[in-house]
Each structure stands twice: as structure tokens, then as C-alpha cells.
């Protein structure tokens, strides 16, 4: 089965700062990716995909996620954090040994911008 | 609008006590999923429909039920809820099974005392 794995469940920046949240999945097969952000008291909303087009893929809001196969990476990055992007994210995995599955999500990751 | 719709959005209940919790799609999608979140595991899937009459079991699937009478509608029963199926759900639609992105209601928070 294929997974995903978020290293922090928290990561702190402050306002203005570079947003890493970092994000490894494990897959025998080219795998589609997303990335999900959650505001509180909201459900999922998509930020971007990686459907094996371009390996930097721009994603609303200002972020974008850059696919690495030889390091089975798909970190979401954005220059400059603004208040707003408080807020969890989950990186999923899809793909063909997911049949049925849909998705599988990685244990979050919650963000945190200081003013 | 598009919209995914979960309802209640809060409940509380006891152990025992049979529970739906509704979920409707206005989108025609064709598949549709139930997922839990709890702190540290993310989302964990319990149960999706590939159609009408097409269920089948996610990760988590012990003590849920679901049915797909209809396309729209994919509720979740708890026959007999216990304390550790306190949780937060969510149901999610798609267009597609593996390319496209899930639509997501907007939670129902489940505590069994």
C-alpha cells in the first residue's frame, strides 16, 4: 500500500517568513499527489496536484510544491507567509495500487504564522 | 453552488445508541467517501462508493455501516457507537477515482460518552 509521511506536525514561522512543509510519500508506481489545507471548523479544500505533468506544480494562494522522484519528496513552499495561511495541511497519495481508495493522507501538519 | 452537505455538524450521543449522520452531494459525482480525522493519524478512510449499490470498505471500516440507495446521498450509521468512534468526519465526493480532487462537506464532530 502506499503512504505518506508529514515530518512536523507543527511548524511555526513568522509573518513574511519562507512556508516548508515537508512531505514523503512511498509508491513502487508514479503516484498523483495533492496537497489539502484546512481552516478551522472547515472541511478539505485542494491546494494543488501533481498528476505527472510538470514537476513544480502552483497551487492556489501562492504556493506550489516541486515533485522529486529520486527523493520520493513532494514539499509545499511559499515565499512569504501571510496570517492567513494559518492552518492544517495534509499531502495525499493516489494512484493505481489505491483502487477503490481514493486517497491517503499523511498525519497533517499544522502551520502557524507570528505577527 | 457546488456543495458537499454533512449533517448534524455536531452530535453527541451515548454508547449504544444507533446514530446516521447524512451526507449529500449536488454535483452528480460518482464516487463518494467517508473519512475520520484524529489528531496525529490525518485522514483515515472508512468506507466509499464507487456507484449506486457499489460499497466497500476503507481502512477503519469496523463498526460503520454506509448505503447507496440513491447518488447523491452516502450516510453513515453507527449501530451501536462506542467512545473510541469519537472523532471528526467527513464526507468527500469526486469525478474521478484517482485524478481528481475530493470535494469535502464540512465535518461532523462525533462524541460517544
Known amino acids: 500500500a502506499q503512504s505518506v509521511t508529514q515530518l512536523g506536525s507543527h511548524v511555526s514561522v513568522s509573518e513574511g517568513a519562507l512556508v516548508l512543509l515537508r512531505c514523503n510519500y512511498s509508491?513502487?508506481?508514479?503516484?498523483?499527489l495533492f496537497w489539502y489545507v484546512q481552516y478551522p471548523n472547515q472541511g478539505l479544500q485542494l491546494l494543488l496536484k501533481?498528476?505527472?505533468?510538470?514537476?513544480l506544480v502552483k497551487g492556489i494562494n501562492g504556493f506550489e510544491a516541486e515533485f522529486k522522484k529520486s527523493e520520493t519528496s513532494f514539499h509545499l513552499t511559499k515565499p512569504s507567509a501571510h496570517m492567513s495561511d494559518a492552518a492544517e495541511y495534509f499531502c495525499?497519495?493516489?494512484?493505481?495500487?489505491?483502487?477503490?481508495?481514493?486517497?491517503?493522507f499523511g498525519g497533517g501538519t499544522r502551520l502557524m504564522v507570528k505577527p | 453552488e457546488a456543495q458537499v452537505t454533512q449533517n448534524p455538524r455536531y452530535l453527541i450521543t451515548v454508547t449504544g445508541k444507533k446514530l446516521t449522520v447524512t451526507c449529500s452531494q449536488n454535483?452528480?459525482?460518482?464516487?463518494m467517501s467517508w473519512y475520520r480525522q484524529d489528531p496525529g493519524l490525518g485522514l483515515r478512510q472508512i468506507y466509499y462508493?464507487?456507484?449506486?449499490?457499489?460499497?466497500d470498505k476503507g481502512d477503519v471500516p469496523e463498526g460503520y455501516k454506509v448505503s447507496r440507495k440513491e447518488k447523491r446521498n452516502f450516510p453513515l450509521i453507527l449501530e451501536s457507537p462506542s467512545p473510541n468512534q469519537t472523532s471528526l468526519y467527513f464526507c468527500?465526493?469526486?469525478?474521478?477515482?484517482?485524478?481528481?480532487?475530493?470535494?469535502f462537506g464540512s465535518g461532523t464532530q462525533l462524541s460517544v460518552l
Open positions: 454535483m452528480n459525482h460518482e464516487y
Open positions: 462508493s464507487m456507484n449506486v449499490e457499489v460499497t
Open positions: 495525499a497519495v493516489s494512484g493505481p495500487l489505491n483502487a477503490g481508495n481514493m486517497l491517503t
Open positions: 509508491s513502487s508506481v508514479p503516484p498523483y
Open positions: 501533481y498528476t505527472s505533468a510538470a514537476t
Open positions: 468527500a465526493s469526486s469525478d474521478s477515482l484517482f485524478e481528481e480532487k475530493l470535494f
